[in-house]
């Protein structure tokens, strides 16, 4: 199943204390992948607010992990956010298949971990701009 284009053009936010808390608990995991899906509030469906953690997480396959969890169960669940131990947050072809799956926006945080070594993308892989509100 794909994901259609958003008619509405969205404008993602995500809080500071949930981007804080991805990267938190990416230093944690490391030298394992952190992997958890992303909910927005329900009365503000563009901005990314809490983190729904897997069971499964500290395995480190972040693609396992979703692959085992991921069900479009709940509307305010809107994508994923993983972890790469390397330097590069941009996404591999397992994470565009995931992508494309499942979500509309994705996470991928890089080490070490920080505002500076993270990005966003559409089910597409193309890059979002994601505003820290
Ligand atoms: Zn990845």
Redesign the pocket.
């Known amino acids: 199943m794909l994901w259609k284009k958003e008619k509405p053009k969205i404008t993602w936010k995500i809080t500071r204390g949930c981007l804080s808390l991805i990267f938190e608990s990416a230093k944690a995991t490391y030298p394992k992948e952190f992997a958890a899906l992303l909910r927005v509030y329900p009365e503000a469906k563009d901005t990314i607010s809490e983190l729904v953690l897997l069971p499964g997480t500290i395995s480190g396959d ?1 693609h396992a992990i979703f692959r085992m969890h991921m069900r479009p169960i709940d509307f305010s669940i809107v994508g994923t956010i ?1 972890s ?1 131990p390397s330097t590069s947050w941009f ?2 072809r ?2 565009l298949q995931l992508f494309r799956k499942y979500g509309r926006i994705h996470i ?1 945080v890089a080490y070490p971990f920080n505002e500076n070594t993270w990005g966003a993308y559409d089910y597409n892989g193309s890059s979002v701009e994601v505003k820290v509100i």
């Open positions: 972040a993983h790469h996404p591999s397992a994470d991928i």
